[in-house]
């Protein structure tokens, strides 16, 4: 099993910046791609960006391209995720997750964009 911990979120005003980092062990070789979800008060959990950990090929959801960017940093097992231009509607708790034979799941970092 992969063990998940995400650090990096907080209060920042509408159009700054933050970066949010995922630190993995555990099962790590079985990793193929880890991923950013968040969810919102009263929202469904949806995805924000994803990266094949091997490949480096990413994919991001519509409402985040252009301002986010996912990266990982093979050597430290970590998975960063840049946010900039930061919108109000950008808050939420946001999760780190992978996949091997089950799915794990950080804590969650929240973060907060006030306007």
């Known amino acids: 099993q992969v063990q998940l911990v995400e650090s990096g979120g907080g209060l920042v005003q509408a159009g700054g910046s933050l970066r949010l980092s995922c630190a993995a062990s555990?099962?790590?070789?079985?990793?193929?791609?880890m991923g950013w979800y968040r969810q919102a008060p009263g929202k469904q959990r949806e995805l924000v960006a994803i990266i094949g950990t091997t490949s480096g090929v990413t994919n991001y959801g519509d409402y985040v391209k252009g301002r986010f960017t996912i990266s990982r940093e093979k050597p430290k097992n970590t998975v960063y995720l840049q946010m900039n231009n930061l919108k109000p509607e950008d808050t939420a708790v946001y999760y780190c997750?992978?996949?091997?034979?089950?799915?794990?799941w950080g804590q969650g970092t929240q973060v907060t964009v006030s306007s």
């Open positions: 555990g099962s790590i070789f079985s990793i193929n791609t």
């Open positions: 997750n992978t996949c091997t034979t089950i799915c794990s």
